[in-house]
């Protein structure tokens, strides 16, 4: 049976070496043109619903950390293009573009190739019209999710129609699907926005595997999902707890019951599912469908699984994250999407509800005595936080999660409310303009940055 391939630690990984594989590798591409591979660095980022740059606190630090290490990959020459996608919205549900505009500052403070473009812009005014216009080719790229630009040109395309909604509609899922063809790497990483101790080593080695796999057109490896042991806390707590619940409790046994009754076999071995820190190879990712709630992490394993086969997908560990996390009530809503949509797959597969309970229950009580271990583990290797755990929270943890199975199964095929987008592969099948569309949305994030970069004063 083919098996995920377990790269282990991020540490293994030599800088230079990937460096220097990294300005070697050509991909060949439609037109049999050989060129650079080139890698692209998507960031979803929300600060929350701001009223006013005192209230980033903890989330503005951690950007502003991810931006001075990715800095550093630009120095050298492993990444070609960030694009930093927001969602925030103001108390009258209009795009709050605050955000954005402190993201153009910090990366004019901390990205020099970007701050020497904005310098270029402010210089010759050809150039700044040439922005204006969307023809500049920015390192940084910031786009507002409910841009109403991005509206016009979805609508103009025919995407509108095929997605059901108007615009790009709140998400995350939303999210990295409007980026896919607004990103130009042929390999495209994503990390999320709230990894308190980020390291650009965390990008080389999610996304070298699938550069270094590469011959002519494809990569051998094609997906590289992070797993590591997750330390949450929020803003003023010195103490952490071992995190990641929802995804220790009840997403990995879910993948053991999906393995076990052979809808996935060896899926399983994804050691943290729920991970937002991931690598793809684009012409890979033009092809899935997002779906649009908490599923989107489960959703895209699943479907990978059926794209390419777990002989093209790794896991890299990232060791241990330092990660802004939510108080446990507000993970219910997560817990619940998660479940229903595997409940789903399994009860299509013919699998009795009993039998899911109980195997759900004795895989659940096996991870938690797994975790136990990790934790102590953990404690010792997190000198700078006191970290809290103990099996008992665990356990009335899977006391909850049994009941929202138990539900869900009462109610007999839980019915799927989550949006799913088509794939961009289809799309460019229904339309025929994915081309056009990609470059239109290409345009539309320059013009948007140039507009940040108005508001900040920096041209």
Wanted: proline residues 4%.
């Amino acid at each position: 049976m083919a098996r995920v391939l377990d790269l282990e630690s991020y540490r293994n990984f030599d800088l230079e070496e990937c460096i220097q594989d990294k300005v070697e590798a050509r991909v060949v591409d439609e037109t049999g043109l050989s060129s650079p591979i080139s890698i692209s660095l998507v960031v979803p980022v929300r600060f929350g619903e701001v009223k006013g740059e005192e209230d980033w606190g903890l989330e503005e630090r951690t950007f502003n950390r991810i931006l001075r290490e990715v800095s550093q990959l630009v120095d050298l020459g492993y990444l070609d293009e960030l694009i930093v996608i927001d969602g925030t919205v103001g108390p009258d549900r209009r795009p709050d573009f605050r955000v954005l505009q402190q993201v153009v500052r910090i990366a004019y403070e901390e990205i020099g190739l970007f701050h020497d473009q904005v310098e270029m812009l402010h210089k010759y005014k050809v150039q700044g019209e040439m922005a204006r216009r969307g023809y500049a080719d920015l390192f940084v790229k910031v786009v507002h999710q409910f841009d109403r630009n991005l509206q016009k040109v979805l609508l103009r395309y025919g995407v509108s129609g095929l997605v059901g909604a108007f615009g790009v509609p709140r998400g995350k899922g939303a999210a990295l699907w409007i980026s896919m063809p607004i990103a130009s790497g042929d390999v495209v990483a994503f990390v999320d926005a709230d990894i308190v101790n980020f390291q650009k080593e965390f990008v080389v080695a999610l996304t070298h595997p699938i550069l270094y796999s590469w011959h002519v057109e494809e990569p051998t490896v094609k997906f590289v999902k992070a797993y590591y042991d997750r330390v949450t806390f929020t803003e003023g707590q010195e103490a952490g707890i071992y995190g990641g619940r929802v995804c220790r409790i009840l997403a990995r046994p879910l993948l053991e019951l999906l393995s076990k009754h052979g809808l996935y076999p060896g899926i399983d071995a994804f050691k943290y599912p729920l991970a937002g820190e991931f690598a793809i190879a684009r012409r890979v990712a033009k092809r899935l469908q997002f779906t649009n709630d908490y599923t989107i992490e489960m959703a895209m394993l699943t479907q990978l699984y059926r794209l390419v086969g777990p002989e093209a997908m790794a896991q890299v560990s990232l060791d241990v994250f330092y990660h802004i996390g939510q108080p446990y009530p507000a993970l219910t809503e997560m817990a619940e999407q998660i479940a229903g949509y595997v409940i789903r797959e399994l009860l299509e597969a013919g699998v009795n509800p009993d039998t899911i309970i109980q195997d759900f229950k004795q895989a659940g009580e096996r991870r938690i005595q797994k975790d136990a271990q990790v934790a102590k583990d953990l404690a010792k290797r997190v000198q700078d936080v006191k970290l809290n755990h103990t099996p008992e929270d665990d356990r009335k943890h899977l006391a909850d999660y049994l009941g929202i199975l138990k539900r869900l199964l009462a109610e007999g095929q839980p019915q799927l409310r989550t949006q799913v987008f088509p794939s961009w592969t289809a799309i460019n099948q229904a339309t025929g303009n994915y081309v056009q569309i990609s470059r239109m949305l290409r345009r539309r994030a320059v013009q948007s940055t140039w507009t940040r970069l108005v508001e900040a004063g920096y041209v």
